[in-house]
């Protein structure tokens, strides 16, 4: 089975705390490739993920409360993680299982399900940098924001494009997973709910939400004339996932990945950056090869000894 060279994030992880480091925020994280993309099935379960390390996961206590600063907070537990793939299958993977105490899920309108529980993508494939909140054409093809929901109505997406929030242009929905009532080839996306019953303000419930999705250099407002990202290991793409957590009430918690700010949703350069692992075909867990020590000196601009 193909492994990865964790020994390397153990070592980039320790000289974080000791050096100063490129990305924008400060902050650098890991995304391991996908030994396989033919064997994830997306169905919103993770037993095909066993292969992905313990180390390159994302929990609560990776993240802070962008609402309240609190970095534990009682009634909420998640878990989630991310890969990519060269081409040709060429997208980025992903899964997250959440626990609540309660469930909100009280918006039928899309562009206000910030306020329910859900998950936020936000993407700068191309480490560019600049806004992306969608007021106009430009931040449109800068980058992509998704809001992710269980239990849309039927007809909606369930990988909603959030920019649609803010700019009158239905025809940039293109890219989610459902687009004038047909599933696209860009965005494959599933959910589960337990218990399968559970409902708005329904208690002690986990859901779980697992995608794997193209991503845009250049979004446009149709396939044809946007610029698909190339995913290559050694590069850099700005991307995250925040938490929404109402309790109920809307928009209370939402927990962010250490190292972004909470304009990550909007502007790419408070971003953390993640760099793109390869999949290491070693079968010596600890191995490191020359190779990864010349990644963590190109990454980290500092000269080991």
């Known amino acids: 089975m193909k492994k990865f060279t964790l020994m390397l994030l153990g070592c980039v ?40 390390e313990e180390d390159f996961k994302i929990g609560l206590d990776q993240t802070w409360d962008s609402v309240t600063g609190d970095v534990q907070r009682d009634g909420l537990d998640f878990s989630w993680f991310a890969g990519w793939s060269a081409p040709p ?12 105490d309660t469930l909100r899920l009280l918006e039928e ?31 449109v093809y800068n980058g992509q924001r998704y809001h992710l929901r269980i239990k849309p109505l039927p007809g909606q997406p369930v990988a909603y494009n959030s920019l649609l ?22 965005f494959e996306i599933a959910w589960t709910l ?52 109402s309790d109920g009430e809307g928009a209370k918690h939402r927990m962010v990945m250490i ?20 999949a290491d075909e070693a079968e010596a867990e600890t191995a490191v090869r020359s190779t990864s020590w010349g990644r963590i000196k190109s990454h980290l601009g500092h000269q080991l000894r």
Do not use: C
């Open 165 to 186: 929030e803010y700019i009158d242009l239905p025809e940039i929905g293109w890219s989610s997973d459902l687009y004038n009532g047909e599933p696209t080839e860009w």
């Open 194 to 245: 337990l218990p399968a019953t559970a409902g708005h303000l329904s208690t002690n419930i986990t859901w779980t939400m697992e995608f794997r999705a193209a991503l845009w250099d250049i979004h446009n407002t149709s396939p044809e004339t946007s610029v698909r990202h190339i995913f290559q290991s050694d590069k850099i793409i700005h991307f995250g996932a925040r938490v929404g957590d």
């Open 13 to 52: 992880l320790f000289l974080g705390l000791n050096t100063s480091v490129t990305g924008h925020t400060n902050e650098e994280y890991f995304m391991p490739q996908v030994p396989d993309p033919s064997a994830i099935t997306i169905d919103g379960n993770e037993d095909d993920w066993g292969w992905m």
């Open 109 to 139: 309108d899309q562009k206000r399900w910030w306020s329910d529980d859900h998950v936020q993508i936000y993407i700068d494939a191309d480490h560019s940098g600049g806004n992306f909140l969608g007021e106009n054409l430009d931040q």
């Open 89 to 100: 299958d060429n997208r980025v993977y992903f899964f997250i299982r959440v626990q609540d």
């Open 259 to 278: 190292g972004a700010q909470p304009q990550a949703g909007q502007k790419a350069q408070y971003h953390p950056d993640w760099i793109l692992l390869e």
